[in-house]
Nanobody, 118 residues
Framework: QVQLQESGPGLVKPSQTLSLTCTVS??????????WSWIRQPPGKGKEWIGY???????YYSPSLKSRTSISRDTSKNQFTLQLTSVTPEDTAVYYC??????????WGQGTQVTVSS
């Protein structure tokens, strides 16, 4: 059974960089045709897809966040990481790491609250 766990600071100051790591167990970030995404849900709003890193290492980001987003991976640790630069209070959200084959979101982390505030 694939399990995902997010980790990172729960409080980030405005203009700083938000950095979250997702640790994958029971599966591999290099499994063929699997995509590893970050999704967030601001308070009172719907879920927003941020981007993914593919099994091949290629990445793709939401056009609205592309200029501030970077997703990378550490295959030796079976982890993938989100970095979001120049954060504002509008980036306050519950952040989820998600994995699945193709276009499916099969596996979800429990989510982690990130608040942007001074």
């Amino acid at each position: 059974q694939v399990q995902l766990q997010e980790s990172g600071p729960g409080l980030v100051k405005p203009s700083q960089t938000l950095s979250l790591t997702c640790t994958v167990s029971g599966g591999s970030v290099t499994t063929n045709n699997y995509y590893w995404s970050w999704i967030r849900q601001p308070p009172g709003k719907g879920k927003e897809w941020i981007g993914y890193i593919a099994y091949s290492g290629s990445t793709y980001y939401s056009p609205s966040l592309k200029s501030r987003t970077s997703i990378s991976r550490d295959t030796s640790k079976n982890q993938f990481t989100l970095q979001l630069t120049s954060v504002t209070p509008e980036d306050t959200a519950v952040y989820y790491c998600v994995g699945g084959a193709g276009n499916e979101y099969d596996y979800w982390g429990q989510g982690t609250q990130v608040t942007v505030s001074s």
